[in-house]
């Protein structure tokens, strides 16, 4: 028996990655075309951009106990959330929820601290670089890390809300991204973390300078480890 995994999400891009890397990754262990159930609520974007634009994290938090409600009456053994911003007000739901989750950071950081890495650049929304929830979870792990400076971070912002929560993946923004990365490696980080959902449909490790952690990838690989039971 396999454990039910709820995934809340908020943007489709990311949340079709997770969901898709749960499908692979279940095959992986289970055998072919097997993965443990699966279900997925979000509620749209729009709702959850409205509280984030007027910092209301509260709000955010009661839109993701009402995902988290109704994956638990759909069966969901644990959940997870395929979106770092949002993880800003987990822990004003936490003690709430239905079923408990998986952390998307700390997730992060355990696989950092298995490859040995010391100190990481953070990518994501402007929300995310300027928010709580890697520094909280990195300083746990003993984890040093390094964010992009302002404009940086306005632009990179941009480009996720206009262009990746779009699935639209240039070459121009791609090339941004790999100038931010060499500029973090000069700051002497050892890795960057993908720390928006949709970064890693745009930056492969391939076309990263860093090696990359891939938090929605990461995630979705520590919910199937859960799930069957390893």
């Known amino acids: 028996m396999t454990?039910?995994?709820?995934?809340?999400?908020?943007?489709?891009?990311?949340?079709?990655?997770?969901?898709?890397?749960?499908a692979l990754e279940g095959a992986k262990a289970l055998g072919p075309h097997d993965h443990p159930e699966v279900s997925m609520h979000t509620h749209p974007l729009a709702q959850y951009m409205s509280f984030i634009y007027a910092g209301d994290w509260p709000g955010v938090a009661e839109l993701m106990l009402a995902s988290a409600e109704k994956l638990a009456q759909a069966g969901a053994d644990f959940l997870i959330c395929p979106d770092n911003t949002i993880h800003q007000a987990f822990g004003l739901l936490e003690?709430?929820?239905?079923?408990?989750?998986?952390?998307?950071?700390?997730?992060?950081?355990?696989?950092?601290?298995?490859?040995?890495?010391?100190?990481?650049?953070?990518?994501?929304?402007?929300?995310?670089?300027?928010?709580?929830?890697?520094?909280?979870?990195?300083?746990?792990?003993?984890?040093?890390?390094?964010?992009?400076?302002?404009?940086?971070?306005?632009?990179?912002?941009?480009?996720?809300?206009?262009?990746?929560?779009?699935?639209?993946?240039?070459?121009?923004?791609?090339?941004?991204?790999?100038e931010v990365i060499r500029t973090l490696a000069g700051q002497g980080c050892d890795a960057v973390v993908l720390g928006c959902t949709e970064i890693p449909l745009l930056v492969t490790s391939d076309s990263s300078s860093l090696p990359t952690l891939d938090s929605t990838r990461l995630l979705a690989k520590a919910a199937v480890k859960r799930a069957v039971g390893r």
């Open 95 to 178: 003690h709430r929820s239905p079923r408990p989750w998986l952390h998307i950071a700390q997730e992060v950081a355990k696989e950092a601290r298995l490859r040995n890495f010391k100190r990481l650049g953070v990518l994501g929304t402007r929300y995310l670089m300027e928010g709580p929830v890697y520094p909280e979870k990195l300083k746990a792990a003993s984890l040093e890390y390094r964010l992009p400076g302002p404009k940086e971070r306005e632009r990179i912002n941009q480009i996720i809300m206009d262009e990746l929560v779009n699935a639209q993946f240039t070459s121009p923004s791609l090339v941004y991204f790999q």
């Open 3 to 22: 454990q039910h995994i709820g995934i809340v999400a908020c943007s489709a891009e990311g949340a079709a990655l997770c969901y898709r890397t749960v």
